[in-house]
């Protein structure tokens, strides 16, 4: 396990300060009714601790949604370097630092993406324990529990937060303020323990998720993804909120001074109809039942690439956000699987929103 330590709850007020002290803090705060948004905190009080799901993951901190990568005139082309001061990501669930973590390794792979590798190590990434809702399936998935991704990880007991260290950053931060902390003793561990198991308990959305692979790769030709197929409205939602999705188009937008211009990095949707169209013209897949299978695909198998691995990581976003109440992993993966589905009826979900 990680080196750990505590901080006592009434010592939060001065944790806050130090996160402060590193740079600008962004956590989950509540923007409507039933939603949140990661966005910058002044005071502890702005945070709000129950968050389940942000609208947005994580990743917009580090994989923006629009960034000028370089730009040029009729006689030089410059690279845009980023200017990106410290900063604290607080409050980061599990499932979300299993996102991180997967979005780390495909933009850390050689050659590596230093738009995003920048942003990443400005970051301090602060996790923070939570109870699954009805929609939450990160255990189905394995990502129930924190493992990459973070700097620290703050478990909230009853009295104190139980926190893991990670690595040398979160390291040198604990020790940066050593009246804050306590070294853990038997009786946190024995209380974290119980933490998780009762988290562990807390699941509704839930499936076996060890022959995850296989089942895809067998149920390719299965009548589910004509059934979801055929009622989505490839808007794209569902991708903009994985944790996981990473596809980006970039273009130029000339100016029509001078020769000058500038090239444009944005988040697109294997969701869009022309997302897999090229010349030709050709479209790889015309139709919304190839594009949700192979999202679906990319969510549970993983692409036959060099990062083999479901990219689910369950936190439920796509689920919530989808306006034809078809991104229901849990149910689809159950049909796959020829089980019964277990769930939230598609006028429940309406409802909640
Ligand atoms: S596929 Fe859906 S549930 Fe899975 S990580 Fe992406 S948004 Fe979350
Ligand atoms: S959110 Fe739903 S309707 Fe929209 S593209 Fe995704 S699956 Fe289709």
């Not at 009434?10 to 939603?35: C, T």
């Amino acid at each position: 396990m990680d080196k750990t330590v505590t901080l006592k709850k009434s010592d939060f007020e001065a944790f806050f300060k130090a996160l402060l002290n590193f740079g600008k803090v962004y956590a989950p705060v509540r923007v409507s009714k039933q939603s949140f948004s990661f966005k910058e905190v002044t005071k502890k009080e702005e945070i709000a601790y129950d968050a389940v799901r942000t609208i947005l993951p994580p990743k917009k901190f580090f994989f923006t949604q629009h960034e000028s990568l370089l730009k040029y005139d009729s006689e030089n082309i410059e690279e845009v370097d980023p200017k990106i001061d410290p900063f604290v990501l607080f409050g980061v669930h599990p499932c979300d630092l299993a996102g991180l973590g997967i979005v780390d390794q495909i933009y850390s792979h050689e050659p590596a993406d230093p738009y995003y590798m920048k942003r990443r190590d400005s970051a301090l990434v602060v996790g923070f324990s939570c109870m699954p809702d009805k929609h939450c399936f990160c255990k189905a998935m394995g990502t129930d529990k924190p493992d990459k991704g973070y700097d620290i990880f703050l478990t909230a007991l009853a009295d104190d937060y139980f926190i893991q260290i990670k690595n040398e950053r979160g390291a040198a931060f604990i020790h940066a303020h050593p009246e804050l902390f306590q070294e853990s003793v038997d009786g946190d561990r024995e209380s974290f323990k119980q933490f998780w198991l009762d988290r562990d308990a807390a699941f509704e959305a839930d499936f076996d998720g060890s022959n995850i692979k296989a089942v895809m790769d067998m149920e390719w030709d299965n009548e589910v993804w004509e059934d979801l197929g055929n009622r989505c409205l490839s808007c794209g939602n569902c991708t903009p909120v994985c944790p996981t999705c990473y596809c980006f188009d970039v273009y130029d937008v000339p100016s029509l001074h001078d020769g000058e211009g500038e090239r444009i990095r944005e988040w697109d949707s294997c969701q869009f109809v022309g997302f897999a169209k090229v010349a030709g013209p050709h479209n790889f897949r015309p139709g919304p039942v190839d594009r949700l299978k192979f999202w679906y695909r990319h969510k549970l198998h993983g692409f036959d690439d060099g990062v083999d691995i479901p990219t689910c990581v369950g936190c439920g976003r796509c689920t919530v956000s989808c306006p034809s109440g078809i991104d229901d992993i849990v149910n689809v993966v159950l049909r796959l699987q020829g089980k019964e589905s277990i769930l939230i009826s598609d006028k429940d979900k309406n409802a909640e929103k």
